[in-house]
Each structure stands twice: as C-alpha cells, then as structure tokens.
C-alpha cells in the first residue's frame, strides 16, 4: 500500500511590510523568534523597527510593545516618525504601546526589566516586541555571563507568549555573544564608499530557514525604508516561460530590417553601439514605433533626454513617436541625472513594463543608455552578473530589447565601456563616424547576431529630415572608406545607391623646361 502523499504546509510567518524585505527573508520573520538588528547610529534602526510596526498592525491585525533603554524620548520619536506615511497616530497606545524600561533596568536590573516585559507584554497581548537600545542593558550587567542569562530569559518568555522579539543596538561586530543566542542576525550599514553614501542590509543569519545572502540596497525615503535586492540574486532562477514560436521584430527601416533577415528575433536583446550622435536614440525610437504601428506596447526607459526633446527629436526627422506616446502605445520613463542605485533601477524598469506572468502580449523595450547602470553601480564588478540577470528576466518575459552604449569619437577600434554587454546580448549593431574630405559620414554594421543569418556588410547611414536612410548596398560605404567621397545629391543617381566620385583635378604634365616660352629644346634638367 503506497504511503499517502503530504501537502506541504507553507509556514506562517511575521511579515513585515518593508518593501522587498520578506522577500530577502523567503516570507518574513518567524513567529515567537529572536532577531538583532544592528547599525551605527543614522542607519534606519528606529525606522526599520516602527514600520514593522504600523505595517503588522495594519497587514495582520497585531499588536505592538515598543521599549526603549536610553534614547530618545518618545515625543520626539514620534515627532520625527510622524512625516512618514506609514505612521497612523489613531494605532497608539491601544495597538502600539510605547515604554520605557531604563528606570527598571538601572534600579531593579535584569530581575525588574524582564518583570516588566513579562508584564507589559501579557497585558497589553502583544504580537511583536521591539526592545531599542540594547547597548545600554548590557552596561547594567555584571558579567557576559548575566547578560547571556538574561538574553535567554527574555526568549523564553517571549517565546511563550508567541511574541516576536526584535533586539535593537548599535554596531557591535558580528561574533558578539548576543547574536549566538538569537534566531536571527540582520545588520544596517550606513557607509561612504567614494563621495557616495551608502545604506545596506545584510542578514547574516537565519535560523530555520533560507534567505537571501550578501548585501542589499537601502533607501530611507518618505514610504519608510525600501530594500532593493541585488538583481543577479533576484533573478537567480527566472521562469522558463519563454516562446516557442519566435517573431520578427522590425525597426520599420526596410534596408535595415533586411540586413537582419526580417528583424530582431523576440524575446531577444540587442545592443546598439556608437559614437555620441551617431543616431542610436532615434534607432531605438523608430524600433519602438514600428512595434506600435504593429500593435505591440513599447517602453523607453532613459536617462539623459526628457519626454518632450525625445518628441521633438523624433518628429523632425520623421518619427511619429508624439502620435503614438498620446495614443498610450509607447510609454516614455525618463530618470532624471540624479544618484540612483543600480538595483532600483532594475525594479523600477520591470515594474514600469507591467510584466504579468499570464499575459501572452509581445512587448518591446529601448533603454537609452547602458551607461545610466555602470554610474549607479556602487559595486562596479557587478556589472557583468547584473546585465546577466536583467536580460534574462526581459527575455524569458518575452519583452525585445534594444539597449545603446556609448563608442568614443574618432576612434577605429570599437572598445565597449561595457564590454559585459556584448557576451549578454544576441545582436550587436555598429555605428560609427567617418571623416571624410571636411565632411562626416556614419555608417552602420552588424558586428554579431546569434542563431540567426545577417548581412555582414557595412552600409551607409544618413539622418535626413525625411527619416532615416540606410543605403541599399554597400557600394557607398566601399566609396568612403576607398577614399572617394560624395557629391551632393540623393542616393540612384549612381549605380546601386553610390555615391557619386567628385570630379579629380588633373595636373598638366609638365614639358621640357626651356628659358622662353612654345616649343624648344631646351636641356633636361
């Protein structure tokens, strides 16, 4: 008789609402566990604690006791807490009960604190416990061995009244004798790393249970604390839910599309590498209106030119990108030159695309800007793992990509400042400048493109105020690279779209030089 089959039971757990935190801790904290949480000074302790919180109230109904050992007074904590949105003066005292316990720890010691916990937190049946400022209880103590006894007092009763129990202290190492005893260690760091300051999360440990490892992004903001995980840990495992059936995803550029044997293939990224001023925005913009002429949802996420330059750049050589943006089709994000964090960006991008697991829809992406990334990397030897795991995540959600990166000008070789970008991608497209007799010419070429055929010629790339010209063979480009340049006047007049070769100025060969002028026989010199 074969044993019957067990249906997992997934575990309750203490969730506490701090963005992307129960996702850091695979479902939030455990019910009656133990967690220090340590900082310096001005790295989100006190506000870490609180929106836990407001947010437990709010999320599950609990019940809260706030204890503070010699900080600031409650007044003026509530004062400050009192700009943030998740703060809701009606929850206090009857949800959120604030205490002090220093008058007891100081004249009682651990005997008269734990008897006012036990106390308070029967009393008031409190779901979540939250002691601040645990450095100073362990000055009372007589011995490390009086604190460790204490320590695993106040577990035990907080244990047996199914509370939650958050120890809050300044930075005192991991190996401290406290964080042995504790279920859980999760450490706030506030750090200058260049002439940038940096607020992280780490936890680093976790009894019972799995979590996500290393240090994560923090920002203090007027939501509370926001956590952004690192990307490549995020997307670790992205869902295999690619098509099987691939489409061609055009640029609306005839010549273009033919040298890429129809289009990008979905679901793919291609890079689009050049020189400032090359054209690779308006590449990107003509690939997402073609998709919007098609009924395909695009998005421009950016970080250099806002909404209306891109509009007014597009129009003036043609693009309809206004009609389409008004129509709602394509999405214009724009990120202001400001310090972001390379792993807000990620999720700022992803939620801005609306991804949906069920939805069948074909999207199309244009990020202007590879290096908008490489300045908001803290960390720059990340950058390989998190292109990686951005790509990936676009690609099994079926979104085409077409993401720029700056060349230097005037240079033969093409030397990626993100070199990662090309081992990421399927498709890299050159742009690159000529000068050429006072004049200066661009010219385009497929440097790569996997599982797929493509025409490895170089073409011409004109920007005209009629639209954008690529030249239908590659005899002008073999013109101007052979040194022969081009006369004024449209592409046909000469062969198949070659330019016409200026007429040469012939020297007179010269004759015998003679001391008066016609004929003579004058000597050789």
């Given amino acids: 008789m074969s044993e019957p089959v067990k249906e997992e039971v997934r575990e309750a757990r203490v969730q506490s609402g701090i963005p992307r935190l129960d996702f850091i801790l695979k479902g939030g904290l455990k019910p009656g566990g133990t967690y220090a949480v340590m900082g310096p000074p001005g790295s989100g302790k006190t506000i870490f604690a609180n929106q836990l919180c407001f947010n437990h109230i709010q999320k599950q109904d609990g ?26 003066q009606e929850y206090i005292p009857e949800r959120l009960y604030y205490v002090s316990g220093y008058q007891e720890v100081r004249e009682e010691g651990f005997t008269g604190l734990l008897e006012l916990i036990r106390r308070t937190l029967r009393e008031r049946r409190a779901t979540l416990f939250i002691i601040d400022g645990m450095e100073s209880a362990e000055q009372f103590a007589p011995n490390p061995q009086a ?4 320590i695993h007092s106040l577990q035990t009763a907080a244990s047996l009244l199914g509370c939650t129990t958050l120890l809050l202290s300044n930075v005192r190492g991991r190996t401290h004798m406290e964080n042995a005893l504790v279920d859980g260690v999760i450490e706030l760091s506030d750090q200058l790393i260049g002439p940038r300051a940096v607020r992280e999360l780490t936890v680093h440990k976790f009894r019972g249970s799995d979590y996500l490892r290393g240090r994560h992004e923090v920002e203090i903001t007027d939501d509370g604390i926001v956590i952004h995980p690192r990307t490549e840990i995020q997307f670790s495992k992205p869902p295999e839910q690619a098509r ?13 599309d033919e040298m890429l044997a129809g289009g990008l293939p979905s679901g793919s990224t291609a890079a689009l590498v050049g020189a400032p001023g090359t054209g690779k925005t308006l590449l990107g913009l003509s690939f997402l209106v073609e998709g919007a002429r098609q009924g395909q949802r695009g998005t421009y996420f950016g970080f250099y030119e806002p909404p209306p330059r891109l509009i007014e750049k597009a129009e003036e050589v043609g693009i309809p990108l206004e009609r389409y943006v008004k129509e709602g089709s394509i ?43 490489r300045a908001a990397a803290v960390y720059p030897d990340r950058i390989p793992r998190f292109l990686s795991a951005l790509t990936n995540q676009l690609r099994m959600q079926d979104v085409t990509t077409v993401i720029t990166d700056e060349l230097e000008l005037f240079t033969p070789e093409v030397n990626l400042p993100t070199p990662e970008l090309a081992n990421v991608v399927e498709t890299v497209l050159v742009l690159r400048y000529l000068e050429l007799r006072s004049q200066m010419y661009r010219l385009l070429s497929i440097m790569k493109m996997r599982e797929s055929a493509y025409d490895t010629s ?53 004759g015998p030089r003679t001391g008066r002028t016609g004929k003579g026989g004058g000597r050789k010199r």
């Fill in 458 to 510: 170089l073409r011409e790339f004109r920007i005209t105020p009629q639209g954008i010209d690529v030249a239908d063979s590659f005899a002008s480009a073999e013109a101007i690279l052979s040194g022969h340049g081009r006369l004024r006047g449209e592409h046909g007049k000469k062969g198949e779209g070659a330019p016409r070769e200026p007429a040469r100025k012939t020297r007179k060969k010269a």
């Fill in 63 to 88: 019940r809260c006791v706030y204890m503070t050992l010699l900080v600031e007074t409650h007044a003026k904590m509530l004062a400050h807490l009192s700009s943030l949105r998740f703060y809701k």
């Fill in 147 to 150: 604190y460790r006894e204490f």
């Fill in 244 to 256: 099987e059936q691939r489409l061609r995803m055009g640029f609306g550029l005839k010549r273009l």
């Fill in 331 to 373: 999405k214009l994000e724009w990120q202001p030159p400001l310090e972001h964090f390379m792993d807000s960006l990620a999720e700022q991008l992803l939620e801005k695309l609306g991804l949906d697991e069920k939805t069948q829809e074909r999207r199309r992406l244009f990020i202007d800007g590879a290096e908008g990334f």
